[in-house]
């Protein structure tokens, strides 16, 4: 019984999604919350870095609608974003708009069912059309340590892409622009080029690098670079240069003294973690 109520809970959600998106998107594109706000400056001025534009984001709230069954626990934060590794959710890819909430709470049912995380592994997931959505809580502007890539998820981002593309699935442009934008802003959040590489420790054994080991990653990398996976699919991967493109443009559209030209930021230091 208790699987049928939620599943009638989530289904009369899932009636009222695309306005309720739409409505979150219209809030994340003009307000200014605790993600965004310049509230606090850290203690060191060399901590004092421009960021470019946050894309809209749909909040955990938003699409999260049904009542967990056990509270989620205090979320895990790392010094800072190095790097972001990009995946596929190994999802249909014919889906509408009002399927997306469905398909997360599924991933996320999955990873905190069968494979008992605490909390939906991605940080972000990004659908089809271009629309993004938060996905591990603790703040869409903070280093939240997630569980998407075995060993390198201390410093680091995950990024979703809902769909698979391993058999000659193309991501949609939508799709494309919407990750360049996420990337650009996250990794700018830490000063970081979008066209650089960083060098990350592994913390187990369970990749294709053994604990302690040190490997040197592309900023914007495929989960496949670091585990043994086809995931994100071979046209997604392929698509991970112009991504790369995509992001150092906007970096670079701004007017931040290393990437080119965005607003100071001031913004308060992450709760160190991990």
Not at 58 to 73: E, N, Q, S
Not at 215 to 230: E, R
């Amino acid at each position: 019984m208790h699987v049928e109520r939620r599943l009638i809970l989530r289904r009369a959600a899932q009636a009222t999604l695309v306005a309720g998106v739409t409505a979150a998107l219209a809030r994340a594109s003009t307000a200014v919350g605790p993600d965004t706000a310049p509230a606090r400056v850290w203690a060191e001025p060399a901590d004092l870095h421009w960021v470019a534009d946050q894309p809209a984001i749909v909040r955990r709230a938003d699409w999260d609608t049904v009542a967990p069954t056990k509270p989620l626990p205090p979320p895990r934060y790392a010094q800072a974003v190095k790097a972001v590794f990009v995946h596929h959710t190994d999802s249909g890819n014919a889906y509408s708009l009002a399927d997306v909430p469905s398909i997360i709470w599924s991933i996320h049912d999955d990873q905190t069912g069968r494979r008992g995380w605490d909390d939906i592994g991605y940080n972000f997931l990004v659908d089809r059309f271009g629309t993004v959505y938060e996905g591990r809580h603790g703040g869409v502007d903070q280093p939240v340590i997630g569980a998407h890539c075995s060993g390198f998820n201390i410093n680091t981002a995950g990024i979703a892409a809902i769909g698979t593309f391993t058999d000659g699935a193309s991501p949609t442009p939508a799709m494309l622009k919407a990750i360049g934008a996420l990337v650009a802003w996250k990794l700018s959040l830490h000063g970081v080029d979008a066209l650089s590489s960083t060098t990350l420790t592994c913390t187990d054994s369970e990749s294709r690098y053994k604990a302690g080991s040190r490997a040197n990653f592309a900023v914007l990398s495929g989960h496949t670079d670091a585990d043994c996976t086809l995931c994100p699919g071979s046209s997604l991967y392929a698509a991970l240069p112009g991504i790369r493109q995509d992001a150092a443009r906007i970096q670079q559209s701004t007017d931040h003294p290393v990437f080119g030209n965005s607003k100071p930021v001031l913004r308060a230091k992450p709760t160190p973690g991990g």
